[in-house]
């Protein structure tokens, strides 16, 4: 046998062998996908470094319009209050009833600084195996930016001032899901 095809034979063997242990691995149930049981750091790691990559490549091309006009911002938090604080939590909340049961735990957003661009992808098409929901299946482009617009703003905002702002808030005629009427 000629070394290139001992070579070729064995990288050939090792993949075979690994495609059907990962099989057997996977068919065997070993691994514990409960919320409540956490990843090993190998597979954490390489988990948050698949979204985190995963999301700045599809949001790179995404242009980011004007997020500073006051109702786009109010219309954000609006929405933020009646999505996104169960699992995000609001200025001043420390934790909420289903973030403790949530693996991996969701950013609190009240005091993390997001990637406009990234923000409007992950809100538009969710993350798979996570809590995120794919909002842009029920609002549209637009709707999603005013969250954008909010989260720029969230960080540093007192309970009292994200009160304000969610009171001031537009009606949320995006909720309206009966469609019976």
């Known amino acids: 046998m000629k070394p290139i095809t001992l070579v070729l034979s064995t990288v050939l063997g090792v993949a075979v062998v690994a495609a059907c242990g990962t099989v057997a691995f996977i068919y065997s149930g070993a691994y514990d996908i409960g919320a409540d049981a956490p990843h090993s750091r190998p597979v954490y790691a390489a988990l948050e470094t698949l979204r985190q990559r995963s999301i700045r490549a599809r949001a790179s091309d995404i242009t980011v319009p004007d997020l500073s006009d006051p ?7 609006g929405q933020y209050a009646a999505m996104c604080t169960a699992c995000h939590l609001t200025p001043g909340q420390k934790d909420s ?9 969701p950013p609190n957003l009240t005091q993390a600084r ?14 798979k195996m996570s809590a995120m929901p794919a909002w842009g299946g029920s609002h549209d482009d637009m709707t999603i930016w005013s969250m954008v617009a909010f989260l720029q703003k969230l960080p540093g905002l007192s309970p009292e001032a994200y009160k304000a702002m969610v009171a001031a ?13």
């Not at 009833?97 to 735990?105: F, K, M, S, V, W």
């Open 114 to 127: 997001i990637d406009p661009a990234q923000a409007f992808w992950t809100i538009k098409h969710g993350i």
């Open 169 to 181: 808030a537009p009606p949320d005629d995006d909720m309206d899901m009966d469609h019976a009427k």
């Open 71 to 77: 109702q786009l911002v109010l219309k954000g938090a």
């Open 97 to 105: 009833e289903i973030r403790p049961g949530l693996y991996p735990q």
